[in-house]
């Protein structure tokens, strides 16, 4: 069955560098992908949406890459600031439901 | 314009007794999902609704567990004679469709803290 995984290892960047984010899929390459954002106590927040056909999405500091080849979603936030500590999780769009990665937890020090 | 709504915000309840969630999506929003997630982990699916429907039940961990919607909105997750390890966060969401293959972000609420004594 399709899985997605994410590094369940806690992510520690200084503040203003660069942030990157993995999610790797198992099997068949999905039609989307959607990357969310989740504080404690909190539901997820939709951020983006990279379709199969796109290499690469943007938006504001946050981009997203897909490499089919590779199985592989990666996730940046540059310039980081602590407000940008939370667990990032990613989701496999599978028919009419998503799959969803366990998240990685980042740690922006300032 | 309003979220996605759900209540209690946190139950505590007894090994035995039955409890319900409720969840009240984004008006107009046709797909609701409801999901599970256990501290520090991912989340787990349980069940979808397009419209009043429910067309894939096989998320539902047991038996005890059964979900409805009504008049396209409001849903509610029932879990009968309550067990420890039914304590989680239950997470409702919901999204303009269900689309292809999940075009469609879903939107979520805060989740309801079920604690099983």
């Known amino acids: 069955s399709q899985k997605i995984e994410q590094n369940s290892e806690a992510l520690n960047i200084q503040e203003g560098k660069t942030a990157t984010l993995t999610c790797n899929y198992t099997n068949y390459s999905p039609a989307y992908l959607q990357w969310y954002r989740q504080d404690p106590g909190r539901g997820p927040v939709f951020l983006l949406l990279?379709?199969?056909n796109e290499k690469e999405k943007r938006k504001e500091r946050l981009k997203v890459t897909f490499d089919t080849t590779l199985k592989q979603s990666l996730f940046h936030i540059t310039a980081s600031q602590p407000a940008d500590s939370a667990t990032y999780l990613c989701a496999q769009a599978s028919n009419y439901q998503l799959i969803w990665g366990a998240g990685t937890k980042l740690i922006i020090k300032p | 314009g309003a979220g996605v709504s759900q209540s209690p915000s946190n139950k505590v309840t007894e090994k035995g007794k039955d409890v319900e969630l409720r969840c009240d999506p984004i008006s107009g929003h046709t797909a609701l999902y409801w999901y599970r997630q256990s501290l520090g982990q991912g989340l787990e699916f349980l069940i979808y609704f397009q419209g009043n429907s429910a067309p894939d039940k096989s998320g539902l961990p047991s038996d005890r567990f059964s979900a409805e919607r009504t008049g396209g909105s409001v849903s509610t997750l029932t879990i009968q004679r309550t067990q420890q390890e039914d304590s989680a966060v239950y997470l409702c969401a919901s999204s303009l469709g269900t689309g292809t293959s999940g075009a469609y972000e879903q939107f979520f609420g805060p989740g309801t803290r079920l604690t099983v004594l």
């Open positions: 990279i379709r199969e």
